[in-house]
């Protein structure tokens, strides 16, 4: 019955619903008694209902002049109510004006106040890393202005595709090359070679994910470049991605070239994530000392036309490279090649890409003057092309 729901009601949730339009029964009263006994309790009836109604609604609108019902239903009022209620005629029960418009307001002021003020922080974030990146790249080449790090617009060009690319390096896999055969076809005639397999196992295709290196090492600094007193330029892991995604009109872009990773207490982990090929257990330098022997391991990073220039390895060692992801193209001479034809005078500071673009179509036109042994192997490829905008 409507009196026994809201009681209910206001015990069981704290709020009273509003009856419709109407008398209201006392608690036992039903359909049936109401019509048999209308006449016979009347007036006195009427008088405990209005008393009942007033006491739990003492602010009640009378029914309009039409008839029709106001209430809209039953409409639910909190019985502790934080700001006072007015009686509405089309509406219903509704907040004072005021006070509602006042609280939005004031919700409205402090969400714009935020959504500046987190506006302001990614500006300022922006500004910094832009500064940090100007500054490293102003330490590595300090050659170029900012403009001059992509005055060729080589990210336009097709000087990066590999479809024409002649593979001239033999290949071997693992599982059929044994340490013995490796010592005899590749080690002692000093000859490269390319193995496939060697990382199927290593955590390192796995957790060197550019997305998952962030996540791991967001402010670990790597090694980035040099300036021109041999001084390492670093950047955070954060500042470099950002980089990468951001800067990718650069020439010949920064790569992350550092030989602390496995030494650097924030990044000592990674040396877990990759194990040496038993091809290459056998090392000389270990008996150096980790402190006197020179730089033997680096990990590498860099988006697309970024690279080493030509150079030969630390005291003319022999090195192994993995490639966990992405791709990357190698050109190899053999020792007794002419270096000023690789490394001409005045473009020994060329990036890795000028040098694709500069000095090795020439080398493959006349390769007879580089070394007469390379002739039958460079004629054999196609040249390389490269359209400019």
């Given at each position: 019955?409507?009196?026994?729901?809201?009681?209910?009601?206001?015990?069981?949730?704290?709020?009273?619903?509003?009856?419709?339009?109407?008398?209201?029964?006392?608690?036992?009263?039903?359909?049936?008694?109401?019509?048999?006994?209308?006449?016979?309790?009347?007036?006195?009836?009427?008088?405990?209902?209005?008393?009942l109604n007033q006491s739990l609604f003492p602010s009640e609108p009378e029914p309009s002049q039409s008839g029709e019902d106001d209430?809209?239903?039953?409409?639910?009022?909190?019985?502790?109510?934080?700001?006072?209620?007015?009686?509405?005629?089309?509406?219903?029960?509704?907040?004072?004006?005021?006070?509602?418009?006042?609280?939005?307001?004031?919700?409205?002021?402090?969400?714009?106040?935020?959504?500046?003020?987190?506006?302001?922080?990614?500006?300022?974030?922006?500004?910094?890393?832009?500064?940090?990146?100007?500054?490293?790249?102003?330490?590595?080449?300090?050659?170029?202005?900012?403009?001059?790090?992509?005055?060729?617009?080589?990210?336009?060009?097709?000087?990066?595709?590999?479809?024409?690319?002649?593979?001239?390096?033999?290949?071997?896999?693992?599982?059929?090359?044994?340490?013995?055969?490796?010592?005899?076809?590749?080690?002692?005639?000093?000859?490269?070679?390319?193995?496939?397999?060697?990382?199927?196992?290593?955590?390192?295709?796995?957790?060197?994910?550019?997305?998952?290196?962030?996540?791991?090492?967001?402010?670990?600094?790597?090694?980035?470049?040099?300036?021109?007193?041999?001084?390492?330029?670093?950047?955070?892991?954060?500042?470099?991605?950002?980089?990468?995604?951001?800067?990718?009109?650069?020439?010949?872009?920064?790569?992350?070239?550092?030989?602390?990773?496995?030494?650097?207490?924030?990044?000592?982990?990674?040396?877990?994530?990759?194990?040496?090929?038993?091809?290459?257990?056998?090392?000389?330098?270990?008996?150096?000392?980790?402190?006197?022997?020179?730089?033997?391991?680096?990990?590498?990073?860099?988006?697309?036309?970024?690279?080493?220039?030509?150079?030969?390895?630390?005291?003319?060692?022999?090195?192994?490279?993995?490639?966990?992801?992405?791709?990357?193209?190698?050109?190899?001479?053999?020792?007794?090649?002419?270096?000023?034809?690789?490394?001409?005078?005045?473009?020994?500071?060329?990036?890795?890409?000028?040098?694709?673009?500069?000095?090795?179509?020439?080398?493959?036109?006349?390769?007879?003057?580089?070394?007469?042994?390379?002739?039958?192997?460079?004629?054999?490829?196609?040249?390389?092309?490269?359209?400019?905008?």
């Amino acid at each position: 019955m409507k009196i026994a729901r809201a009681h209910d009601r206001l015990r069981t949730t704290g709020s009273l619903s509003r009856p419709k339009a109407g008398p209201v029964l006392p608690p036992g009263h039903d359909e049936g008694m109401q019509q048999g006994t209308a006449e016979e309790n009347g007036e006195s009836q009427q008088t405990w209902i209005d008393g009942l109604n007033q006491s739990l609604f003492p602010s009640e609108p009378e029914p309009s002049q039409s008839g029709e019902d106001d209430s809209n239903g039953e409409e639910s009022i909190a019985a502790a109510a934080v700001r006072p209620l007015k009686p509405n005629a089309k509406e219903g029960w509704a907040p004072v004006t005021a006070a509602a418009a006042a609280d939005l307001s004031r919700i409205q002021a402090e969400a714009e106040r935020a959504k500046e003020e987190a506006a302001r922080h990614r500006r300022e974030k922006h500004e910094e890393r832009e500064r940090m990146l100007c500054k490293a790249k102003k330490r590595a080449r300090n050659d170029l202005s900012m403009a001059g790090w992509s005055k060729h617009q080589y990210y336009r060009s097709d000087i990066q595709a590999v479809d024409d690319v002649v593979e001239t390096v033999p290949r071997e896999h693992c599982d059929s090359l044994s340490v013995e055969d490796f010592i005899e076809k590749y080690d002692k005639p000093q000859l490269p070679v390319v193995i496939d397999g060697l990382q199927a196992n290593w955590d390192a295709t796995e957790k060197w994910d550019p997305k998952k290196l962030l996540k791991r090492f967001p402010n670990v600094k790597f090694k980035v470049g040099a300036d021109d007193a041999g001084y390492p330029v670093r950047l955070s892991a954060r500042h470099f991605m950002k980089y990468v995604r951001d800067h990718n009109t650069d020439d010949s872009p920064l790569y992350a070239f550092d030989s602390k990773f496995a030494d650097r207490k924030a990044t000592r982990s990674m040396r877990d994530d990759y194990e040496i090929p038993d091809y290459w257990k056998e090392d000389l330098f270990k008996h150096c000392g980790e402190k006197m022997r020179p730089p033997y391991r680096w990990f590498v990073m860099g988006p697309a036309r970024s690279g080493s220039g030509i150079h030969i390895d630390p005291l003319a060692t022999s090195a192994w490279n993995a490639l966990i992801f992405g791709r990357k193209r190698w050109v190899l001479f053999p020792p007794d090649v002419d270096k000023n034809e690789v490394d001409p005078k005045g473009k020994s500071n060329l990036g890795a890409i000028e040098w694709f673009d500069r000095v090795l179509p020439a080398i493959m036109r006349d390769p007879e003057k580089v070394n007469p042994a390379l002739a039958p192997t460079l004629n054999s490829l196609e040249p390389l092309t490269l359209t400019k905008p």
